[in-house]
Nanobody, 125 residues
Framework: QVQLVESGGGLVQAGGSLRLSCAAS????????MGWFRQVPGKEREFVAA????????HYADSVKGRFTISRDNAKNTVFLQMNSLKPEDTAVYTC??????????????????WGQGTQVTVSS
């Protein structure tokens, strides 16, 4: 069992940056593959970025590739999402997810067992 708590969301102008954090409880964080997803009202949750347990494997949605970077610090039980060159269409609730997995970056919602509560990111034009 792992609990996930996101932070770092907020309001930013287009072109700006935010860094989201997802802190995980438990002593086996390094066993978990992690992912970030986002959702806007009326739409399905969509994949943003994923990282393997070691951090050596990552995957990004085409819409954020080159602008967002996912990373993790296993010593601090935390995964990060650095978001640069933000656009109004990036506005959403961002949620992190976890699953015990090998050296894989999982891009589907059904691939994860644990979810945080989410943090709101709003990008103004």
């Amino acid at each position: 069992q792992v609990q996930l708590v996101e932070s770092g969301g907020g309001l930013v102008q287009a072109g700006g940056s935010l860094r989201l954090s997802c802190a995980a409880s438990g002593r086996t964080f390094s066993s978990y593959a992690m992912g970030w997803f986002r959702q806007v009202p009326g739409k399905e949750r969509e994949f943003v970025a994923a990282i393997s347990w070691s951090g050596d494997t990552t995957h990004y949605a085409d819409s954020v590739k080159g602008r967002f970077t996912i990373s993790r610090d296993n010593a601090k039980n935390t995964v990060f999402l650095q978001m640069n060159s933000l656009k109004p269409e990036d506005t959403a609730v961002y949620t992190c997810a976890a699953v015990v997995a090998g050296e894989v970056a999982i891009i589907t919602t059904r691939g994860y067992d644990y979810w945080g509560q989410g943090t709101q990111v709003t990008v103004s034009s």
